[in-house]
Structures are given as structure tokens and as C-alpha cells.
């Protein structure tokens, strides 16, 4: 099962894709042994619609063309549910297990997620209540996917 991240702007070379990429990196040589497969990160310009709801339908169909049918999606929301990693990477093995081809997580732009979109995503997710920068928010899931991946095959990496 591949999993994908679609992300609406870019990170600037720096400290923080840094951290991201080493995340990614790790997921991308844990995963073929569980049955994952990290597909990458596809960055998308922040549209330029004039108003909040045009910017996020755009963004949101920009989305909507790059999904292939059987993919769960997850929309990365402050408004979302805040799953354990525990919780998460059960959720990415019964996916897994029950045969989805893929799962996008996708972090939306400044204005957040269309609410079309939000009814059609299989799950949104928060990391908490708080709003975290962008660049913060692609590290936390890019640690998230690598923890779900070492519990998914047992290594004591997420234990507290």
C-alpha cells in the first residue's frame, strides 16, 4: 500500500525539510517490510484564487486529481479527531490489511480544507488543538508515519 503526502506550499531548503526528509527517509526503508511503500511528497503552490472558500475549493480539486480510486484520504485538520499513534498506525494497518491500494495525508493551505473535501476524507486528523506552522506540521506527520511504521513491526522506537 503506498502512502503519499499532498501538501499545499513548499518547504524551503532549511532546517525543517531537513528534519522532515530524515523522517521520510526512515519511513521509506522501514515500510516495504509491513507493506508500505512512502510514494513521496507532491508540493502544490498556494492557489491564487481571490477569495478564502475559491482557494480552497482550487486546492482541493488540485487534490482531488491526483487521488486513485480505493486511496484513503486524510485531511490534516485542527478541527480533526487526535488519534494515539497507537490508534494511527492501527488505522494504517487495517487500511493495509483490508486491501486500500493507498493513503494520502494531505496538509492543506493557509485557509484549510474545502468542506467538500472534508466530506469525502476518510479521516481528519489533528495533532492537537493548538495551529502549528506548515513546516511543523510536515515534521510531526513525517515522525507520526515513521512511529506508526515501528509499531506496525513491533520496534520498541515508540515506546515512551
Partial sequence: MKIAIFAVGRLKTGPEKELAERYFERLSKSAPALGLEFSGVTEVPESR???APERRR???DRLRSQLVAGTALVLLDE???NLSSDALAGLIGTWRDAGRRGIVFALGGPDGHDQG???EADLSLSFGLQTWPHQLARIMLGEQLYR???I???HPYHRA
Fill in 49 to 51: 484564487a481571490r477569495t
Fill in 58 to 60: 482550487d486546492e482541493g
Fill in 79 to 81: 478541527r480533526g479527531r
Fill in 117 to 119: 473535501l472534508v466530506a
Fill in 148 to 150: 506508526a511504521a515501528a
Fill in 152 to 154: 506496525l513491526s513491533g
